[in-house]
């Protein structure tokens, strides 16, 4: 009953768009002051217990890394390389849009950061070649939501820190799907291109030597994937470790290789972290409270119950959990959802033999999917507030890359060497 409140007080907060982590604290302390067995000094303890994770440390690492990678000139010679490379296709700057929002991905670990700055930097660039505002917003919004499946993915730390899996392997089992996601979103709008008649953004393929200039320049970003996954899996670093040694390397070639990155810049950065990294640890603190309630009131073993209860058939059980989770991603905000439900429903995923690491997958990419739709889309809101987009123009548009996504996500659920395979292979 007291549970049920709870639950009932959450839903509420975020229903009257009360901020995250608020709500969660609300629906905590009533918990606490309703049930006679709970003192609340532990609310308190595992509210502070929670951020005292050194696992937690790599979360402002990677943000601050995404913040200096605007400032770097790495960014800009990333596009310049994304457009050689797809430009001549039909839709070329669309297919630009998604292989720049891949690359970056894989450097700044933040798809909200990369949505707003690709959405200021391609969609009036779109809109002067012909294509739709609300074409070119979805483009943007759709492209930024690999970066949480491609490592180093901040839902890929947090989820293994919650679930108790190695980071490393996560890391590794997000590129095989953030490669297909990029594939995918690259082919539809391809489709959508030739019916549209959006042109290339350049006449024919680009010379040889252009091709090699714009590598060149883009090697430092380039190299930078290498240095994170590359250093974590020889186990040169830990992923802590990595996303502290990637910020001194993005800063040595900003400030005195390309000499674009100035010492306000860095300040300017170090904000910006700030800010970003206070949210996300506020609702990490908060949700872990929750869940402790949950465990506490013995909640996972009645999910599991009711989910064997319905079937015992594994692949019924992933197909209840892709709708679940694709509901919920439209309500609830990714990083709070992973860490509050997947304690509950561990248990019977272990129960069902399904691989972790696959799981993880599979909640990731439901919920960044989310992040893609009404009602509470955070990466939709997003979008459409620095486009000027509507909200109904948006869902239109969204649709065919939408069924794209879930293509992939139908993969990931059923496919599990498309998640496993990498991790296993390098293991």
């Known amino acids: 009953m007291i549970v049920g409140i709870c639950c009932a007080v959450l ?114 660039e779109m809109t002067k070649l012909g294509y739709g505002k609300a074409f070119s917003t979805v483009v943007t919004a759709a492209g930024s939501l690999i970066t949480p499946i491609i490592p180093p993915g901040i839902a890929l730390i947090i989820y293994g820190f919650v679930a108790d899996v190695s980071i490393g392997d996560m890391f590794m089992a997000g590129v095989v799907p953030g490669i297909l996601c990029c594939a995918a979103l690259m082919i539809t709008i391809r489709i959508i291109a030739g019916k549209r008649g959006y042109k290339p953004s350049r006449v024919g393929p680009a010379a040889p030597g252009e091709f090699m200039a714009a590598l060149k320049g883009a090697t430092p970003a380039l190299m930078l994937v290498l240095v994170i996954i590359g250093g974590i899996r020889v186990g040169i670093f830990t992923p802590t470790e990595a996303g502290a040694v990637a910020v001194l390397y993005v800063v040595i070639i900003g400030m005195f290789v390309f000499r674009e990155m100035t010492p306000k810049n860095f300040w300017d950065a170090v904000l910006e972290t700030a800010r970003s ?3 996300i640890m506020l609702i990490i603190m908060a949700c872990s ?129 498309v998640s496993t395979g990498l991790p296993n292979l390098l293991r």
Not at 350 to 371: R, S
């Open 11 to 124: 839903l509420i907060g975020l229903f009257i768009n009360m901020p995250v982590f608020l709500a969660v604290v609300t629906a905590v302390l009533s918990y606490f002051l309703l049930s006679p067995d709970a003192m609340p000094v532990i609310a308190a303890q595992r509210i502070i217990g929670a951020g005292e994770n050194t696992t937690l440390l790599a979360i402002p690492c990677f943000i601050f890394l995404g913040n200096l990678l605007n400032y770097s000139g790495m960014t800009t010679r990333l596009l310049k390389l994304a457009d050689v490379i797809t430009g001549r296709f039909k839709g070329g700057l669309a297919q630009t849009n998604v292989l720049l929002s891949t690359l970056m991905g894989g450097l700044s670990a933040s798809n909200l950061a990369d949505c707003a700055m690709l959405c200021k930097m391609l969609v009036p």
């Open 277 to 279: 990294t206070g949210g």
């Open 289 to 417: 409270a929750f869940a402790w309630i949950l465990t506490f009131e013995r909640v996972a073993q009645d999910v599991a119950g009711f989910i064997t209860g319905i079937s015992d058939n594994p692949v019924i059980f992933l197909l209840l959990l892709n709708v679940i989770f694709l509901v919920i991603g439209m309500f609830i905000e990714g990083n709070a959802a992973i860490i509050v439900l997947v304690p509950l429903l561990m248990p019977t995923v272990k129960a069902f033999g399904i691989d972790p690491v696959q799981f993880g997958l599979i909640i990731i990419l439901n919920l960044a999917i989310g992040c893609l739709t009404p009602p509470m889309g955070t990466v939709m809101f997003i979008a459409n507030a620095i486009t000027g987009t509507k909200t109904g123009e948006f869902v239109r548009e969204a649709l065919p890359l939408i069924i794209s996504l879930l293509i992939v996500l139908m993969l990931v659920t059923f496919v599990p060497a």
